[in-house]
């Protein structure tokens, strides 16, 4: 995490992303579940910011949720932030990449038991995949209960 990376501005980053990809990374939107492009696919590397190049998550962190956005288990050691989001009626915790500051999605406390309980629900449009960072493979998981699957909730 480099300290001396500058943040483009809105007008460069108007330019560089999609209408889409700027609506969910700046104004806190949330992309249509089912539709993003590591819902399902899992190549091995790092999911880094879109906006930053920040390493995010480990394609080994990833699991299948059943809640219509990509799920980890776990983010790189901080990377992300969290922050309380009490908007939309709901009590939330948003995560937003530590570095540039861009909304990502949110994390919840149901998932998977065999790990760390946790579900990083993030926003396909703000991830990009750098094939060139395998991960290290990570330990089988110490607990013996069963994985949930989460109800569909709003990155």
């Known amino acids: 995490m480099t300290q001396d990376f500058k943040i483009p501005s809105e007008e460069e980053l108007k330019a560089r992303l999609s209408a889409e990809e700027y609506e969910v990374l700046r104004n806190k939107g ?13 190549p091995d590397g790092t999911f880094i910011c879109k906006v930053c190049g920040q390493p995010l998550f480990e394609s080994t962190a990833k699991y299948e949720s059943l809640t219509g956005w990509p799920s980890f288990d776990q983010a790189i050691p901080g990377a992300v932030t969290e ?41 396909s449009v703000c991830l990009n995949l750098d094939e060139s960072k395998k991960p290290a493979p990570r330990a089988p998981a110490q607990a013996d209960t069963e994985e949930t699957a989460a109800e569909p909730t709003t990155p």
Do not use: W
């Open 30 to 42: 949330t992309e249509i579940p089912y539709t993003g492009d590591f819902l399902t696919k899992t």
């Open 83 to 123: 922050k309380a989001d009490d908007s939309h009626g709901m009590q939330r915790t948003e995560i937003v990449c530590s570095r540039c500051g861009s909304h990502l999605g949110h994390v919840f406390e149901d998932g998977p038991r065999t790990s760390t309980g946790k579900r990083y629900c993030v926003n």
